[in-house]
């Protein structure tokens, strides 16, 4: 949906102003009554204030350089053409091309000073500042029972009507190549007759010195610093910690590392190491389990008592299986009963003796015997 907004001033800081949306009108009113109301439309859909065409002058000029060369000999021209101190006037212009007519548009000074303390002051987005002629499309006249609104190729203006038609006459202009409208003097309907036969582009008085401040674009640029500062810090902070992150994920790396080689070298039988942690958790529960089920120091220390007082019998091997947590002997004995004493001193003590196969030894006994925790496997 296409909206335009248009507000043409009068005198005093009074004006009429209309809302077109689709090349309808659906709100119009008057300032300062709606000042309120107009701020709040200019927010979605910025104004175009329209100046009255009697106080700016438009004419042409022609220069035979462009750019910055042109731009520095404009006040000469336009000052040759005004019958007034150049420092008294504000001019803007269009693009400037090496040849080609420039238009250029002239008002008094104070009057443009006028005009952009209020529209300063008033808080309204303004779209551009123009007079109403600059507003029709080319070869449109707009006749009123007092003034008559013309944009010709060739000039533009804001006449009385009874001037009018003697500077149509100065403008050489075929009268078919002209559309000529009419309306009353209602500002409505001249408002109305002016946004329908608007041109796409336009002008814009308030350029230079007079060039006016949007209030939201203000705002925006005083959050701007404070916004850049907030993105700067939380870039720095989430910086920080993907750094931190990439620094934790190498020492874990390390960790994991170091706990493989030290797994490795406290069983150098493992072939495969998946998570060193939990296999050496594993590991260690087994040897806990060994110690307290059935290991090799509970098996020692009855055997290191039932040695206790014993002199006719020797150990000459000592061997133990983990899997089935038995201890074998292999012991040298005086006689049989040494042997008999030995084992009774172990059953003594909850250890199940088995023995192996005995074997005389000049005058002594050798064998093997096998000791289990009883109720062990």
Not at 127 to 153: F, T
Not at 230 to 238: E, I, K, Q, R
Not at 257 to 280: C, G, I
């Amino acid at each position: 949906m296409s909206a335009d907004l248009i507000l043409a001033l009068r005198g005093d800081n009074e004006g009429d102003w209309l809302l077109r949306e689709d090349g309808r009108t659906t709100e119009h009113g008057r300032l300062p009554a709606d000042l309120e109301h107009l701020r709040n439309l200019s927010r979605q859909t910025p104004v175009t204030v329209l100046v009255p065409g009697e106080d700016v002058v438009q004419f042409s000029v022609s220069l035979p350089v462009a750019g910055a060369a042109a731009t520095a000999a404009l006040p000469y021209q336009i000052e040759d053409r005004l019958s007034c101190d150049l420092d008294a006037v504000h001019f803007t212009h269009e693009r400037i091309r090496a040849n080609e007519p420039c238009r250029v548009w002239v008002v008094e000074r104070e009057r443009m000073a006028d005009w952009h303390r209020f529209l300063q002051d008033s808080g309204l987005r303004v779209r551009a500042v123009m007079p109403d002629y600059a507003l029709l499309k080319p070869g449109v006249l707009l006749s009123m029972p007092e003034h008559m609104i013309a944009n010709l190729p060739s000039a533009a203006a804001t006449l009385e009507t009874a001037l009018a038609e003697d500077w149509l006459a100065l403008q050489s202009q075929d009268d078919t190549e002209l559309t000529r409208l009419t309306c009353d003097d209602s500002a409505r309907s001249k408002l109305e007759k002016l946004a329908s036969h608007r041109r796409s582009e336009g002008i814009n008085l308030c350029q230079g010195a007079f060039a006016l401040h949007d209030p939201f674009k203000d705002a925006l640029a005083l959050m701007r610093w404070p916004a850049i500062a907030a993105l700067l810090v939380l870039g720095l902070h989430w910086l920080w910690l993907a750094l931190g992150a990439m620094q934790f994920g190498a020492q874990a790396d390390q960790y994991d590392q170091a706990a493989e080689d030290l797994y490795r070298k406290t069983f150098p039988e493992a072939r495969r190491v998946v998570n060193a942690r939990s296999q050496m958790k594993s590991q260690l529960n087994a040897f806990e389990g060994q110690q307290t089920d059935g290991g090799l120091l509970t098996l020692l220390a009855p055997v290191a008592q039932a040695f206790s007082g014993q002199s006719d019998i020797q150990i000459s091997q000592l061997l133990y299986q983990a899997d089935g947590g038995s201890l074998r002997l292999t012991v040298d004995a005086a006689n049989y009963g040494a042997i008999d004493s030995f084992s009774n001193a172990l059953q003594g003590q909850g250890i199940a003796v088995s023995r192996g196969t005995f074997r005389q030894n000049g005058e002594r006994v050798a064998g093997q015997l096998s000791l289990n925790r009883e109720g062990g496997s």
